[in-house]
Protein backbone atom coordinates (compact mmCIF):
# COMPACT_ATOMS: atom_id res chain seq x y z
CA UNK A 1 0.00 0.00 0.00
CA UNK A 2 1.34 3.21 -1.05
CA UNK A 3 1.52 5.94 1.47
CA UNK A 4 -0.17 8.19 -0.93
CA UNK A 5 -3.26 5.92 -0.71
CA UNK A 6 -3.29 5.86 2.98
CA UNK A 7 -2.49 9.48 3.54
CA UNK A 8 -5.54 10.05 1.29
CA UNK A 9 -7.73 7.61 3.24
CA UNK A 10 -6.89 9.41 6.07
CA UNK A 11 -7.40 12.75 4.67
CA UNK A 12 -10.60 11.30 3.66
CA UNK A 13 -12.07 9.80 6.87
CA UNK A 14 -11.03 13.06 8.46
CA UNK A 15 -12.91 15.00 6.41
CA UNK A 16 -15.78 12.87 6.39
CA UNK A 17 -15.78 13.30 10.52
CA UNK A 18 -15.78 16.84 10.50
CA UNK A 19 -19.43 17.07 9.09
CA UNK A 20 -20.97 20.19 9.07
CA UNK A 21 -17.09 22.05 10.20
CA UNK A 22 -15.57 22.51 13.23
CA UNK A 23 -17.13 26.05 13.76
CA UNK A 24 -21.02 24.04 13.77
CA UNK A 25 -19.21 21.46 16.13
CA UNK A 26 -18.56 24.32 18.35
CA UNK A 27 -21.97 25.67 18.46
CA UNK A 28 -23.55 21.99 19.21
CA UNK A 29 -20.77 22.16 21.89
CA UNK A 30 -21.59 25.48 23.49
CA UNK A 31 -25.39 24.23 23.63
CA UNK A 32 -24.28 21.75 26.15
CA UNK A 33 -25.04 19.18 23.33
CA UNK A 34 -23.15 16.36 21.85
CA UNK A 35 -22.12 15.47 18.28
CA UNK A 36 -23.35 12.63 16.36
CA UNK A 37 -20.27 10.73 16.61
CA UNK A 38 -19.82 11.78 19.97
CA UNK A 39 -23.01 9.98 20.42
CA UNK A 40 -22.01 7.24 18.77
CA UNK A 41 -19.19 6.79 21.04
CA UNK A 42 -21.21 7.10 24.27
CA UNK A 43 -23.88 4.43 23.35
CA UNK A 44 -21.25 1.77 22.09
CA UNK A 45 -19.07 -0.19 24.05
CA UNK A 46 -15.62 1.30 23.83
CA UNK A 47 -13.83 0.96 19.89
CA UNK A 48 -16.64 -1.43 19.00
CA UNK A 49 -17.97 0.99 16.23
CA UNK A 50 -17.93 -0.05 12.85
CA UNK A 51 -18.90 2.56 10.22
CA UNK A 52 -20.88 2.02 6.99
CA UNK A 53 -21.05 4.59 4.09
CA UNK A 54 -18.99 7.30 5.55
CA UNK A 55 -17.94 9.02 2.01
CA UNK A 56 -21.68 8.54 0.21
CA UNK A 57 -22.77 11.83 -1.04
CA UNK A 58 -26.27 13.11 -2.23
CA UNK A 59 -26.97 13.53 -5.35
CA UNK A 60 -29.17 16.76 -5.72
CA UNK A 61 -28.78 19.24 -7.91
CA UNK A 62 -30.83 21.58 -7.17
CA UNK A 63 -31.00 25.01 -5.36
CA UNK A 64 -26.53 25.05 -6.00
CA UNK A 65 -26.73 21.65 -3.85
CA UNK A 66 -24.16 20.16 -6.38
CA UNK A 67 -21.64 22.84 -4.22
CA UNK A 68 -22.41 21.48 -1.14
CA UNK A 69 -21.70 18.40 -0.70
CA UNK A 70 -20.57 16.74 3.25
CA UNK A 71 -19.14 13.40 2.67
CA UNK A 72 -21.24 10.64 4.85
CA UNK A 73 -24.51 12.84 3.83
CA UNK A 74 -25.26 14.11 7.82
CA UNK A 75 -25.96 10.38 9.00
CA UNK A 76 -23.79 8.40 10.58
CA UNK A 77 -24.49 4.69 10.47
CA UNK A 78 -23.39 1.05 11.37
CA UNK A 79 -23.01 -1.07 14.04
CA UNK A 80 -21.04 -1.90 17.33
CA UNK A 81 -21.94 -3.25 20.46
CA UNK A 82 -24.14 -2.44 23.98
CA UNK A 83 -23.03 -4.40 26.82
CA UNK A 84 -20.86 -6.87 24.27
CA UNK A 85 -24.53 -7.61 22.54
CA UNK A 86 -24.65 -6.59 18.66
CA UNK A 87 -26.33 -3.48 17.86
CA UNK A 88 -26.83 -1.50 15.09
CA UNK A 89 -27.19 2.23 15.42
CA UNK A 90 -27.67 5.67 13.07
CA UNK A 91 -27.41 9.36 14.22
CA UNK A 92 -28.42 12.05 12.45
CA UNK A 93 -25.27 14.66 12.38
CA UNK A 94 -27.35 18.53 12.87
CA UNK A 95 -23.98 20.34 11.43
CA UNK A 96 -25.11 18.95 8.14
CA UNK A 97 -27.59 20.92 6.93
CA UNK A 98 -29.37 20.72 10.14
CA UNK A 99 -29.73 16.59 9.88
CA UNK A 100 -32.41 17.37 7.79
CA UNK A 101 -32.71 13.77 5.47
CA UNK A 102 -31.95 13.30 1.89
CA UNK A 103 -32.69 10.36 -0.36
CA UNK A 104 -29.01 8.94 0.10
CA UNK A 105 -29.77 9.81 3.71
CA UNK A 106 -32.74 7.27 3.82
CA UNK A 107 -30.56 4.96 1.98
CA UNK A 108 -27.59 5.07 4.43
CA UNK A 109 -30.34 4.41 7.43
CA UNK A 110 -32.38 1.72 5.50
CA UNK A 111 -29.29 -0.42 4.55
CA UNK A 112 -28.46 -0.80 8.48
CA UNK A 113 -32.25 -1.28 9.03
CA UNK A 114 -32.00 -4.29 6.69
CA UNK A 115 -28.80 -5.96 7.98
CA UNK A 116 -30.91 -5.36 12.05
CA UNK A 117 -33.45 -7.74 10.16
CA UNK A 118 -31.32 -9.73 8.42
CA UNK A 119 -28.84 -10.52 11.31
CA UNK A 120 -31.40 -10.14 14.31
CA UNK A 121 -30.41 -7.68 16.30
CA UNK A 122 -31.65 -4.24 17.56
CA UNK A 123 -32.04 -0.86 16.12
CA UNK A 124 -31.12 2.25 17.67
CA UNK A 125 -32.12 5.75 15.99
CA UNK A 126 -30.14 8.38 17.82
CA UNK A 127 -32.44 11.65 15.88
CA UNK A 128 -31.38 15.17 15.53
CA UNK A 129 -33.05 16.69 12.75
CA UNK A 130 -34.75 19.54 10.88
CA UNK A 131 -36.74 16.91 9.14
CA UNK A 132 -37.17 16.40 5.01
CA UNK A 133 -34.17 18.05 3.60
CA UNK A 134 -36.38 20.98 1.82
CA UNK A 135 -33.69 21.33 -1.34
CA UNK A 136 -34.93 17.55 -2.76
CA UNK A 137 -38.73 17.48 -2.62
CA UNK A 138 -40.29 14.45 -3.32
CA UNK A 139 -36.94 12.34 -2.92
CA UNK A 140 -36.79 12.56 1.00
CA UNK A 141 -40.64 11.68 0.93
CA UNK A 142 -39.99 8.66 -0.51
CA UNK A 143 -36.76 8.46 1.76
CA UNK A 144 -38.74 8.77 4.73
CA UNK A 145 -41.45 6.21 3.37
CA UNK A 146 -39.06 3.71 2.97
CA UNK A 147 -37.86 3.98 6.36
CA UNK A 148 -41.57 3.89 7.53
CA UNK A 149 -42.33 0.68 6.00
CA UNK A 150 -38.62 -0.74 7.33
CA UNK A 151 -40.01 0.18 11.16
CA UNK A 152 -43.44 -1.28 10.45
CA UNK A 153 -41.61 -4.49 9.11
CA UNK A 154 -39.01 -4.90 11.99
CA UNK A 155 -41.93 -3.94 14.40
CA UNK A 156 -41.75 -7.62 16.50
CA UNK A 157 -38.87 -8.90 15.20
CA UNK A 158 -36.03 -6.65 16.18
CA UNK A 159 -35.87 -4.32 19.11
CA UNK A 160 -36.26 -0.69 17.95
CA UNK A 161 -35.38 2.14 20.03
CA UNK A 162 -35.22 6.06 19.62
CA UNK A 163 -33.23 8.69 21.14
CA UNK A 164 -34.31 12.44 20.48
CA UNK A 165 -31.50 15.00 21.09
CA UNK A 166 -32.87 17.61 19.32
CA UNK A 167 -35.03 18.99 16.75
CA UNK A 168 -37.11 15.97 15.29
CA UNK A 169 -39.62 17.90 12.97
CA UNK A 170 -41.94 17.33 10.31
CA UNK A 171 -41.42 13.31 8.61
CA UNK A 172 -38.55 12.70 11.30
CA UNK A 173 -41.46 12.27 13.77
CA UNK A 174 -42.41 9.03 12.41
CA UNK A 175 -39.85 6.56 12.37
CA UNK A 176 -39.43 7.15 16.66
CA UNK A 177 -43.66 6.73 16.26
CA UNK A 178 -43.17 3.55 15.05
CA UNK A 179 -40.43 2.12 17.28
CA UNK A 180 -40.63 0.28 20.64
CA UNK A 181 -39.76 3.24 22.53
CA UNK A 182 -38.37 6.81 22.60
CA UNK A 183 -36.20 8.85 25.20
CA UNK A 184 -35.91 12.48 24.97
CA UNK A 185 -33.19 15.13 26.35
CA UNK A 186 -35.34 17.45 28.41
CA UNK A 187 -34.96 21.31 27.19
CA UNK A 188 -33.41 20.62 24.42
CA UNK A 189 -35.39 17.91 22.14
CA UNK A 190 -39.06 18.16 20.96
CA UNK A 191 -41.24 16.69 18.34
CA UNK A 192 -44.04 18.35 16.16
CA UNK A 193 -45.26 17.95 12.97
CA UNK A 194 -45.38 21.36 12.66
CA UNK A 195 -43.55 24.17 13.56
CA UNK A 196 -44.82 27.08 16.10
CA UNK A 197 -44.86 29.37 12.92
CA UNK A 198 -47.40 27.09 10.87
CA UNK A 199 -49.62 26.14 14.19
CA UNK A 200 -49.93 29.97 14.38
CA UNK A 201 -50.78 30.52 10.93
CA UNK A 202 -53.49 27.54 11.12
CA UNK A 203 -54.53 27.82 14.49
CA UNK A 204 -53.96 30.96 15.43
CA UNK A 205 -52.44 28.99 18.86
CA UNK A 206 -48.99 31.29 20.34
CA UNK A 207 -46.78 28.22 21.14
CA UNK A 208 -42.80 27.97 21.89
CA UNK A 209 -41.37 23.98 20.19
CA UNK A 210 -41.32 23.34 24.04
CA UNK A 211 -45.10 23.81 24.88
CA UNK A 212 -45.72 22.04 21.40
CA UNK A 213 -43.27 19.04 21.62
CA UNK A 214 -40.79 19.19 23.99
CA UNK A 215 -40.20 16.91 26.55
CA UNK A 216 -42.52 17.96 29.17
CA UNK A 217 -45.19 17.00 26.46
CA UNK A 218 -44.69 14.60 25.19
CA UNK A 219 -43.81 12.56 28.96
CA UNK A 220 -47.00 14.11 30.46
CA UNK A 221 -49.66 15.09 28.08
CA UNK A 222 -49.57 13.35 24.77
CA UNK A 223 -47.52 9.50 26.03
CA UNK A 224 -45.63 9.89 22.33
CA UNK A 225 -42.15 9.58 24.56
CA UNK A 226 -41.73 7.05 26.94
CA UNK A 227 -39.14 8.97 29.29
CA UNK A 228 -36.62 12.09 29.25
CA UNK A 229 -33.61 12.96 31.16
CA UNK A 230 -32.22 16.07 31.70
CA UNK A 231 -28.65 15.47 30.00
CA UNK A 232 -27.97 12.91 26.73
CA UNK A 233 -25.12 11.03 28.60
CA UNK A 234 -28.52 9.89 30.73
CA UNK A 235 -30.79 9.52 28.01
CA UNK A 236 -27.45 7.30 26.39
CA UNK A 237 -27.67 5.17 29.33
CA UNK A 238 -31.68 4.53 29.16
CA UNK A 239 -31.15 3.08 26.15
CA UNK A 240 -28.92 1.33 27.32
CA UNK A 241 -30.35 -0.03 30.10
CA UNK A 242 -33.66 -0.26 27.97
CA UNK A 243 -31.65 -2.76 25.79
CA UNK A 244 -30.52 -4.96 28.50
CA UNK A 245 -33.61 -6.58 29.55
CA UNK A 246 -34.69 -7.31 26.32
CA UNK A 247 -33.53 -10.49 23.91
CA UNK A 248 -32.08 -9.50 20.59
CA UNK A 249 -34.89 -10.71 18.72
CA UNK A 250 -38.41 -12.32 18.65
CA UNK A 251 -36.79 -15.65 18.51
CA UNK A 252 -34.57 -15.70 21.73
CA UNK A 253 -35.64 -15.37 25.22
CA UNK A 254 -34.59 -12.30 27.05
CA UNK A 255 -31.00 -12.48 28.54
CA UNK A 256 -31.23 -13.69 32.19
CA UNK A 257 -28.32 -12.32 34.73
CA UNK A 258 -26.79 -13.94 37.73
CA UNK A 259 -28.36 -11.67 40.99
CA UNK A 260 -26.77 -11.47 44.58
CA UNK A 261 -30.32 -11.35 45.46
CA UNK A 262 -31.61 -14.37 47.32
CA UNK A 263 -34.49 -15.49 45.55
CA UNK A 264 -35.92 -17.06 48.94
CA UNK A 265 -35.46 -13.55 50.50
CA UNK A 266 -38.75 -12.54 52.22
CA UNK A 267 -40.16 -8.74 52.05
CA UNK A 268 -41.37 -8.78 55.86
CA UNK A 269 -42.30 -5.06 55.11
CA UNK A 270 -45.13 -6.05 52.98
CA UNK A 271 -46.96 -8.06 55.48
CA UNK A 272 -48.10 -4.81 57.11
CA UNK A 273 -48.15 -2.16 54.09
CA UNK A 274 -52.00 -2.48 53.38
CA UNK A 275 -53.16 0.41 55.53
CA UNK A 276 -57.00 -0.82 57.74
CA UNK A 277 -58.86 1.84 55.60
CA UNK A 278 -59.80 0.30 52.12
CA UNK A 279 -59.79 3.76 50.81
CA UNK A 280 -56.41 4.99 51.98
CA UNK A 281 -54.18 5.08 49.31
CA UNK A 282 -50.16 2.96 49.54
CA UNK A 283 -47.61 3.12 47.26
CA UNK A 284 -47.43 0.59 44.71
CA UNK A 285 -43.79 1.34 43.91
CA UNK A 286 -42.72 0.03 47.48
CA UNK A 287 -43.89 -3.11 46.30
CA UNK A 288 -42.62 -3.32 43.27
CA UNK A 289 -38.97 -1.96 45.17
CA UNK A 290 -39.44 -4.96 47.34
CA UNK A 291 -39.76 -7.94 45.36
CA UNK A 292 -37.45 -7.41 42.33
CA UNK A 293 -33.87 -7.98 42.23
CA UNK A 294 -31.82 -5.14 44.54
CA UNK A 295 -35.17 -2.96 43.81
CA UNK A 296 -33.86 -1.85 40.77
CA UNK A 297 -37.39 -0.80 38.10
CA UNK A 298 -36.90 0.86 34.88
CA UNK A 299 -40.07 2.53 34.96
CA UNK A 300 -41.72 3.28 31.56
CA UNK A 301 -44.06 6.77 30.66
CA UNK A 302 -43.55 7.48 34.68
CA UNK A 303 -45.21 10.75 34.06
CA UNK A 304 -48.22 9.85 31.34
CA UNK A 305 -51.24 7.68 32.91
CA UNK A 306 -49.44 7.43 36.23
CA UNK A 307 -52.44 5.53 37.66
CA UNK A 308 -51.08 2.63 35.74
CA UNK A 309 -47.48 1.87 36.72
CA UNK A 310 -45.26 -0.08 33.88
CA UNK A 311 -41.53 -0.92 33.00
CA UNK A 312 -38.92 -3.98 33.50
CA UNK A 313 -37.08 -5.59 36.45
CA UNK A 314 -35.44 -8.80 37.16
CA UNK A 315 -36.73 -11.40 39.31
CA UNK A 316 -34.22 -14.13 39.84
CA UNK A 317 -32.33 -12.43 37.13
CA UNK A 318 -35.22 -13.10 34.78
CA UNK A 319 -36.33 -10.63 32.89
CA UNK A 320 -39.54 -9.20 33.54
CA UNK A 321 -42.29 -6.55 32.69
CA UNK A 322 -44.64 -4.94 35.18
CA UNK A 323 -47.76 -3.56 35.13
CA UNK A 324 -49.36 -2.54 38.46
CA UNK A 325 -51.89 -0.38 39.58
CA UNK A 326 -50.85 2.77 41.14
CA UNK A 327 -53.58 3.51 44.42
CA UNK A 328 -52.04 6.80 44.65
CA UNK A 329 -53.04 8.41 42.03
CA UNK A 330 -56.67 8.22 41.00
CA UNK A 331 -56.69 5.37 43.15
CA UNK A 332 -55.50 3.09 40.51
CA UNK A 333 -58.67 3.38 38.57
CA UNK A 334 -58.14 2.30 34.82
CA UNK A 335 -58.95 5.37 32.31
CA UNK A 336 -58.33 5.78 28.62
CA UNK A 337 -54.50 7.32 28.64
CA UNK A 338 -53.22 3.89 31.30
CA UNK A 339 -55.87 1.49 29.14
CA UNK A 340 -53.93 2.70 26.26
CA UNK A 341 -50.44 2.46 27.80
CA UNK A 342 -50.74 -1.05 29.85
CA UNK A 343 -52.10 -2.85 26.57
CA UNK A 344 -48.85 -1.13 24.53
CA UNK A 345 -46.37 -2.44 27.02
CA UNK A 346 -48.17 -5.99 27.27
CA UNK A 347 -47.75 -6.22 23.48
CA UNK A 348 -44.33 -5.17 23.45
CA UNK A 349 -43.61 -7.97 26.51
CA UNK A 350 -45.18 -10.49 24.43
CA UNK A 351 -43.56 -9.90 21.22
CA UNK A 352 -40.19 -10.23 22.82
CA UNK A 353 -40.71 -12.97 25.02
CA UNK A 354 -40.46 -11.13 28.27
CA UNK A 355 -43.04 -12.08 30.87
CA UNK A 356 -45.30 -10.51 32.56
CA UNK A 357 -46.08 -9.72 35.97
CA UNK A 358 -48.92 -7.85 37.06
CA UNK A 359 -49.87 -6.16 40.73
CA UNK A 360 -53.39 -5.65 40.94
CA UNK A 361 -55.09 -3.05 42.74
CA UNK A 362 -57.94 -1.60 40.68
CA UNK A 363 -61.59 -0.18 42.02
CA UNK A 364 -62.62 -0.48 38.59
CA UNK A 365 -62.74 2.25 35.31
CA UNK A 366 -63.21 5.67 35.57
CA UNK A 367 -66.61 6.73 34.89
CA UNK A 368 -67.69 9.80 33.32
CA UNK A 369 -68.49 11.87 30.12
CA UNK A 370 -65.18 13.05 29.26
CA UNK A 371 -63.81 9.11 29.76
CA UNK A 372 -66.98 7.68 27.41
CA UNK A 373 -66.39 10.58 25.04
CA UNK A 374 -62.90 9.72 25.03
CA UNK A 375 -63.46 5.97 23.84
CA UNK A 376 -62.72 4.10 27.20
CA UNK A 377 -64.92 0.90 25.98
CA UNK A 378 -62.70 1.16 22.70
CA UNK A 379 -59.63 1.82 25.11
CA UNK A 380 -60.31 -0.41 28.03
CA UNK A 381 -60.59 -3.48 25.18
CA UNK A 382 -57.43 -2.63 24.24
CA UNK A 383 -56.12 -4.10 27.76
CA UNK A 384 -58.43 -7.01 27.22
CA UNK A 385 -56.88 -7.55 23.74
CA UNK A 386 -53.21 -7.44 24.75
CA UNK A 387 -53.51 -9.35 27.72
CA UNK A 388 -55.98 -12.29 26.20
CA UNK A 389 -52.91 -12.17 22.76
CA UNK A 390 -50.12 -12.56 25.02
CA UNK A 391 -48.94 -15.96 25.17
CA UNK A 392 -45.89 -15.16 27.02
CA UNK A 393 -45.83 -17.00 31.39
CA UNK A 394 -48.38 -13.94 32.43
CA UNK A 395 -48.77 -14.09 36.91
CA UNK A 396 -50.67 -11.78 38.78
CA UNK A 397 -51.09 -10.91 42.42
CA UNK A 398 -53.97 -9.22 43.76
CA UNK A 399 -52.88 -7.00 46.38
CA UNK A 400 -55.96 -5.30 47.33
CA UNK A 401 -58.95 -4.62 45.26
CA UNK A 402 -59.90 -6.10 41.91
CA UNK A 403 -63.14 -5.27 40.88
CA UNK A 404 -65.69 -5.41 38.12
CA UNK A 405 -64.59 -4.91 34.40
CA UNK A 406 -61.10 -3.74 35.53
CA UNK A 407 -60.48 -7.09 37.37
CA UNK A 408 -61.40 -8.48 33.47
CA UNK A 409 -58.94 -7.37 32.14
CA UNK A 410 -56.05 -7.35 35.11
CA UNK A 411 -54.50 -10.89 33.75
CA UNK A 412 -56.85 -12.89 34.90
CA UNK A 413 -56.90 -16.75 34.75
CA UNK A 414 -60.17 -16.39 32.22
CA UNK A 415 -57.92 -14.03 29.84
CA UNK A 416 -54.92 -17.01 29.90
CA UNK A 417 -53.69 -16.05 33.17
CA UNK A 418 -50.77 -18.66 34.19
CA UNK A 419 -51.02 -17.99 37.51
CA UNK A 420 -53.05 -15.38 39.99
CA UNK A 421 -51.90 -15.14 43.46
CA UNK A 422 -54.23 -13.25 45.57
CA UNK A 423 -53.03 -11.06 49.53
CA UNK A 424 -55.38 -12.49 52.10
CA UNK A 425 -56.68 -9.13 52.97
CA UNK A 426 -57.90 -8.46 49.06
CA UNK A 427 -60.99 -7.65 47.78
CA UNK A 428 -61.98 -9.66 44.35
CA UNK A 429 -65.47 -8.64 43.40
CA UNK A 430 -67.83 -6.73 41.05
CA UNK A 431 -67.99 -3.70 42.87
CA UNK A 432 -66.71 -2.23 46.57
CA UNK A 433 -69.64 -2.57 49.43
CA UNK A 434 -70.73 0.80 49.10
CA UNK A 435 -71.68 0.98 45.66
CA UNK A 436 -73.81 -2.06 45.80
CA UNK A 437 -75.54 -1.40 48.54
CA UNK A 438 -76.43 2.15 46.66
CA UNK A 439 -77.78 -0.30 43.73
CA UNK A 440 -79.07 -3.36 45.43
CA UNK A 441 -81.18 -1.29 48.12
CA UNK A 442 -82.01 2.21 46.17
CA UNK A 443 -85.60 1.99 46.97
CA UNK A 444 -85.18 1.40 50.75
CA UNK A 445 -82.80 4.13 50.71
CA UNK A 446 -84.60 6.75 49.54
CA UNK A 447 -87.23 5.59 52.38
CA UNK A 448 -84.84 6.05 55.47
CA UNK A 449 -83.13 8.83 56.81
CA UNK A 450 -81.04 10.18 59.42
CA UNK A 451 -79.62 7.43 62.02
CA UNK A 452 -81.85 4.67 60.32
CA UNK A 453 -80.75 5.19 57.17
CA UNK A 454 -76.62 4.63 58.07
CA UNK A 455 -77.57 2.11 60.66
CA UNK A 456 -79.53 0.16 57.70
CA UNK A 457 -75.90 1.22 55.21
CA UNK A 458 -73.88 0.04 57.52
CA UNK A 459 -75.91 -3.28 58.39
CA UNK A 460 -75.50 -3.90 54.62
CA UNK A 461 -72.45 -2.61 53.82
CA UNK A 462 -71.04 -5.27 56.29
CA UNK A 463 -73.08 -8.04 55.14
CA UNK A 464 -71.93 -7.46 51.42
CA UNK A 465 -68.17 -7.08 52.48
CA UNK A 466 -68.59 -10.07 54.22
CA UNK A 467 -70.33 -12.20 51.72
CA UNK A 468 -67.79 -10.79 48.92
CA UNK A 469 -65.00 -8.22 49.96
CA UNK A 470 -62.57 -11.11 50.39
CA UNK A 471 -60.45 -13.22 47.74
CA UNK A 472 -62.21 -16.62 49.32
CA UNK A 473 -65.01 -16.58 46.93
CA UNK A 474 -62.32 -16.73 44.02
CA UNK A 475 -60.11 -19.37 45.91
CA UNK A 476 -63.60 -21.56 46.26
CA UNK A 477 -63.98 -21.83 42.26
CA UNK A 478 -60.15 -21.96 41.83
CA UNK A 479 -60.09 -18.56 40.00
CA UNK A 480 -56.91 -17.65 41.64
CA UNK A 481 -54.39 -20.53 42.35
CA UNK A 482 -53.17 -19.45 45.74
CA UNK A 483 -54.05 -16.75 48.77
CA UNK A 484 -50.37 -15.97 49.68
CA UNK A 485 -48.75 -14.35 52.67
CA UNK A 486 -47.23 -10.95 51.26
CA UNK A 487 -43.74 -11.28 52.87
CA UNK A 488 -43.19 -14.50 50.04
CA UNK A 489 -44.65 -12.81 46.78
CA UNK A 490 -41.00 -12.72 45.65
CA UNK A 491 -40.29 -15.73 46.40
CA UNK A 492 -43.64 -17.23 44.64
CA UNK A 493 -44.02 -15.13 42.04
CA UNK A 494 -40.38 -15.99 41.05
CA UNK A 495 -40.62 -20.06 41.68
CA UNK A 496 -43.94 -19.53 39.56
CA UNK A 497 -41.96 -17.79 36.49
CA UNK A 498 -39.04 -20.58 36.89
CA UNK A 499 -42.01 -23.00 36.27
CA UNK A 500 -43.63 -20.84 33.76
CA UNK A 501 -40.01 -20.95 31.55
CA UNK A 502 -41.23 -23.83 29.54
CA UNK A 503 -44.46 -22.07 28.40
CA UNK A 504 -45.64 -23.59 25.09
CA UNK A 505 -48.83 -21.45 23.85
CA UNK A 506 -49.86 -19.90 20.69
CA UNK A 507 -53.12 -18.05 19.03
CA UNK A 508 -54.42 -19.71 16.08
CA UNK A 509 -53.30 -18.93 12.86
CA UNK A 510 -54.00 -15.85 11.29
CA UNK A 511 -53.25 -12.90 9.55
CA UNK A 512 -52.97 -10.37 12.59
CA UNK A 513 -55.89 -9.46 14.85
CA UNK A 514 -57.75 -6.39 14.91
CA UNK A 515 -56.87 -5.03 18.11
CA UNK A 516 -59.38 -1.84 18.57
CA UNK A 517 -57.83 0.85 18.23
C1 LIG B 1 -32.64 21.68 4.62
C2 LIG B 1 -32.29 22.54 6.71
C3 LIG B 1 -33.51 21.98 7.16
C4 LIG B 1 -34.29 21.25 6.23
C5 LIG B 1 -32.60 23.02 8.81
N1 LIG B 1 -31.77 23.17 7.76
N2 LIG B 1 -33.69 22.30 8.47
N3 LIG B 1 -31.87 22.37 5.46
N4 LIG B 1 -33.81 21.12 4.97
N5 LIG B 1 -35.46 20.68 6.58
C6 LIG B 1 -30.48 23.89 7.75
C7 LIG B 1 -30.67 25.39 7.92
O1 LIG B 1 -30.91 25.98 6.68
C8 LIG B 1 -29.30 25.78 8.49
O2 LIG B 1 -28.38 25.82 7.45
C9 LIG B 1 -28.94 24.58 9.35
O3 LIG B 1 -29.75 23.50 8.88
C10 LIG B 1 -29.25 24.81 10.81
O4 LIG B 1 -30.59 25.28 10.94
P1 LIG B 1 -30.98 26.55 11.81
O5 LIG B 1 -32.34 26.95 11.38
O6 LIG B 1 -29.88 27.58 11.72
O7 LIG B 1 -30.96 25.92 13.26
P2 LIG B 1 -31.94 26.21 14.47
O8 LIG B 1 -32.11 27.70 14.64
O9 LIG B 1 -31.44 25.42 15.60
O10 LIG B 1 -33.37 25.66 14.00
C11 LIG B 1 -33.56 24.27 13.77
C12 LIG B 1 -34.94 24.01 13.12
C13 LIG B 1 -35.08 24.88 11.86
C14 LIG B 1 -36.05 24.37 14.11
C15 LIG B 1 -35.02 22.53 12.83
O11 LIG B 1 -33.92 24.72 11.03
C16 LIG B 1 -36.29 24.53 11.07
O12 LIG B 1 -37.38 24.99 11.38
N6 LIG B 1 -36.09 23.76 9.99
C17 LIG B 1 -37.17 23.36 9.11
C18 LIG B 1 -38.09 22.40 9.82
C19 LIG B 1 -39.20 21.89 8.96
O13 LIG B 1 -40.10 22.64 8.56
N7 LIG B 1 -39.11 20.64 8.57
C20 LIG B 1 -40.19 20.00 7.86
C21 LIG B 1 -39.73 19.69 6.48
S1 LIG B 1 -41.12 18.97 5.65
P3 LIG B 1 -27.16 26.85 7.47
O14 LIG B 1 -26.44 26.57 6.19
O15 LIG B 1 -27.76 28.21 7.54
O16 LIG B 1 -26.37 26.51 8.69
C22 LIG B 1 -41.21 17.39 6.23
C23 LIG B 1 -42.39 16.64 5.72
C24 LIG B 1 -42.01 15.22 5.46
O17 LIG B 1 -40.42 16.92 6.96
C25 LIG B 1 -43.22 14.35 5.62
C26 LIG B 1 -42.88 12.90 5.41
C27 LIG B 1 -43.96 12.02 5.89
Known sequence: MSTTSLDDLNKRRFVAKQGGGTARIEKIHAKGRLTARERIDAFLDDGSFEEFDMFKEHRCVHFGMEKKKTPGDGIVTGYGTVNGRLTYVFAQDFTVLGGSLSET??????????MAMTNGAPIVGLNDSGGARIQEGIESLAGYTEIFYRNVRSSGVIPQLSGIFGPCAGGAVYSPALTDFTVMVREHSYMFLTGPKVVKTVTHEDVTTETLGGASIHTTKSGVAHMAYDDEQDTIEALQKLLSYMPQNNTEAPPVLETDDPLDRTCDELDDIIPENPNAAFDMQEIIGSIVDDGVFLEVQPEWA???LVGFARMGGMSVGIVANQPQVLAGVLDNDSSIKGARFVRFCDAFNIPLVTLVDVPGFLPGTVQEYGGIIRNGAKMLYAYA???VPKVSVTIRKSYGGAHCVMSP???GGDINYSWPNSEI???????AVEILHARKLRELEGEELAAFVAEKEKEYSDNFANPWEAAKRGYIDDVIQPARTRL???KALAMLQGKRASNPPKKHGNIPL
Do not use: H, P
Open 105 to 114: FAEKICKVMD
Open 306 to 308: ANL
Open 389 to 391: EAT
Open 413 to 415: KQL
Open 429 to 435: AVMGAKG
Open 492 to 494: RVI
